[in-house]
């Protein structure tokens, strides 16, 4: 698929009427696999924005909310931001002007919490997600790509046990929201090994196939 033929939200979704312009989108993907990336592309071809879990803690952080004071109390003691807090700040996120015609949220959910959490939130603004993304990658080539990062970065921590043990945890943690999202006929898998543009132009062929 070449960029001009690159399908918009439009394509996505036929049935005319103002759902028509709408969007919403989960990304997922263990680290190295380009998900980051390829949810900043994915924002500007369907015109929605990218909502990551890191960028509303740091604005929450930033900006001294009653949410943002909670997640650091925790953080700087070395400890997880409870699921609750984390539910708050997604909630609000997409309260926002901007996530009405439709957001890819990124690093959400986590856990089958959160799922029934997001849940909750889609069913009181009355909205459906269209689709739920998950980039695969050889865990050979995570390895040495998060290797090859760390040193480029002069990153210690990231050992080589240390990235497994990663993604170790991103599998056990992710395959059953991935089974149950298979289950509700929104899931598509994407080979996130390629050029960036490939891989988008995997992405949103996906996207149409599903939907359509």
């Keep these: 698929m070449t960029e001009s033929s690159v399908p918009s939200r439009h394509d996505l979704h036929p049935t005319p ?18 998900k980051g990336t390829q949810a900043a592309r994915l924002a500007e071809v369907f015109g929605i ?7 509303i803690f740091r604005a929450n952080i930033k900006g001294g909310t009653e949410l943002g004071r909670l997640a650091q109390e925790y953080t700087n003691k070395g400890e997880l931001v409870p699921d609750e807090v ?16 439709g957001f890819i949220l990124d690093g959400y959910p ?6 029934k959490a997001l849940d909750g939130v889609l ?8 689709g739920v993304i998950e980039l695969t990658a050889d865990r050979a080539e ?8 760390a040193e480029l970065e002069g990153r210690d921590d990231d050992t080589e046990e240390a990235i497994a043990r990663r993604l170790d945890i991103y599998a056990e943690q992710t395959a059953p929201l ?5 289950e509700r006929g929104l899931l598509v898998q994407v080979d996130g090994i390629g050029e960036v543009t490939e891989v988008t132009d995997r992405i949103v062929a996906g996207l149409a196939a599903q939907l359509g």
């Design 110 to 115: 986590r856990n089958g919490s959160q799922v």
């Design 178 to 182: 991935t089974s149950a999202y298979g």
């Design 123 to 130: 069913e009181d603004k009355g909205w459906q997600l269209d």
């Design 17 to 34: 009427g103002p759902e028509s312009r709408v969007t919403r989108l989960l990304i997922m993907g263990p680290q190295g696999s380009g």
């Design 142 to 149: 995570l390895l040495a790509r998060i290797s090859k990062r």
């Design 49 to 55: 924005p990218a909502v990551s879990t890191g960028d």
């Design 86 to 101: 984390t539910d708050r700040m997604v909630r609000e996120r997409l309260g926002d002007d901007d996530a009405q015609a």
